[in-house]
Every structure is written in structure tokens, then in C-alpha cells.
């Protein structure tokens, strides 16, 4: 009885194993299920350099950001390349993601004490399938803070018989500007990511010099050259649209604007460290006051730290 035991045990696994092979090939055989979900790391963080990415974290995160410029490097060596020159501007930062794909914002900075509330939306994600882009909508409005004698004597307008200047009168609502911007950004590959976009600048009271509303377009992408670096760079360009003037010469407009660096991340921090010619940290004030040149001598160094924080 024993050997029969055996005998049919052993007859039977020429089977037993034909059957496992016929399931490993017919699960083998079933085509893969591909997710359409975002595409991820699009971006590192929620600022390029001196602008805003596409970039919006998951609902109840907190992003706290500092960014630095310092003076600009044309004393060389003296003031170590504008490290320690005196007019460095530094704006600190919070945004907070309250629903799905929408933050708000509160930023302070040190150049005319500006305060900016802001908001950005990214309706459309890139997707691993059928949608290629990213599409985001930025927008703040600032408030001049400095003290009110200070801000009158930087605001100048033509007298009506054109041969004087006359100040403007104080009134709260003058302080006021504002920036708008739609984007666009597209992931191409796990190295290079680019992105595009257009704004509009617009400032209640400004000097007599200066427009009161500005069109840009704008240009930035990263390069990652290893898994925590990337090169960096931004070019913003202020369009010179005369029709758009509201004042009474046209003779002074704001000049373009070119940024690179580097950019090293981890999961939760973006450190940057980048050069360009502009000094502020407000997106309307660079698009219609900047006077520094694409001159090496107008060239600042700068740094943007962001920080990730979940709640």
C-alpha cells in the first residue's frame, strides 16, 4: 500500500508542475495596468530664483521661504563681491496650501517695507498620460510701507503747465500694486523641466518717470545634474508698450532681467544660490523699476530657502 502511496505521488508531478508553469505564463502575459496620476517633481520648490513656480504642495502644508539679495559685485574684492556692501534686500515669507491646489500667502520685504498677500492655483497638472502641462495662476497685491514723508518724496507728477513737478496727494489706496501671472510649465524628461508665462504689473501712484502698468513675459527652467542638484535660471522681460504710459515723458523703462544658479534639494528644504541684475524681491516692482543693465557690474548674489512643513 505504502509503494502505490508513492507510486502515484510521483506520477502525478509532471502535472502538478505544468499547471504552475501555464499560470506563472498566463499572469506573465497580462498587460499592465498604467495609473494616469501628476507627474512628480516637477519642480523642487514653489520659487524659482526671485518667481514663483507651478508648484502647489498637498492640502495642509506649509512652505516658509527667505530670500536674500545682496549689493551688487562691481567693488570686487573690497565688499567681497557685494557680500558685505550695503544695500542687501531680503524679503521672509509663509504660503499655505488650504485646499486642493490652491495657497495663499503673506511676504514681507525689506525694500520699501513692501507687504504682499498673495495666491496661486494650479488648475491643470502634468500628467504621466494626456495632459502635457502644468497651467498656474499667480497674483498678489502689496502695500508700500514705508512711513509717509518717505513715500511722498519719491512721489512726483507733471504740473499741468508741464514745467514742475507737484506731489501727489496722500491717500492710503496710493500705496497699493498688484501682479498677475499665468503660467505654464512642462516636466520633459527626469533632467529638464521649462516654464513660460505673462504678466501683468500695476501700480497705483508711481513717480513722474515711471508707468503705472507694465506687460512681461517670462522664461525659467532647471537642468538636474544630479539626483539633489540642478542649474537654475529665470529671465523676466518688461515690454516697452508706449500706449500703456500714463505718463507725461516716456524716456525711462524698466530694464530685463536674467538670474541663474544652483539649486540643491531634499524632500522637505530648497536652498539656491544664484546671481542677477535686479534688486527687489517684489515681481511688479522688478517688471517696472528696475534700472540695473544687463551689465556684469549690476550682477547680485543671491539665495532662496524654502522649507516644507506638514500639518
Known sequence: MKKNFIFLILSLLPFTYQIAQGQTDSTATEPEVVTNKPVRFVWESGYLIDQQTSQVAPVNTLESVIQHKFGT????????????APGANVRIGIDYVIMKDLQ???????????????????????????MPISVSVYGNMAIDGRE???????????????SAYTRHDF??????????QLMIARKFNDRITLQGGVSFSHFNTTPWHQDHDKVGLHAGGRIKISPQGSFIFNADFPLQIKGMSEQADYTVGSEPILSFGFEVSTSTHAFQIYIGNSESLLPQDMMLSNPYKLDLEN??????ITRLWGF
Open 73 to 84: 559685485v562691481n567693488n570686487g574684492i573690497q565688499d567681497l563681491y557685494g557680500i558685505m
Open 104 to 130: 495663499i500667502g503673506y511676504g514681507l520685504q525689506k525694500k520699501n517695507m513692501y507687504s504682499d498677500f498673495n495666491a496661486k492655483w494650479t488648475p491643470l497638472k502634468q500628467m504621466n498620460t494626456g
Open 148 to 162: 509717509k514723508a518717505d513715500w511722498e518724496a519719491t512721489q512726483y507728477y507733471h504740473s499741468s503747465d508741464d
Open 171 to 180: 491717500r492710503m489706496s496710493n500705496r497699493f500694486s498688484y501682479f498677475a
Open 299 to 304: 550682477f547680485r548674489v543671491g539665495f532662496t
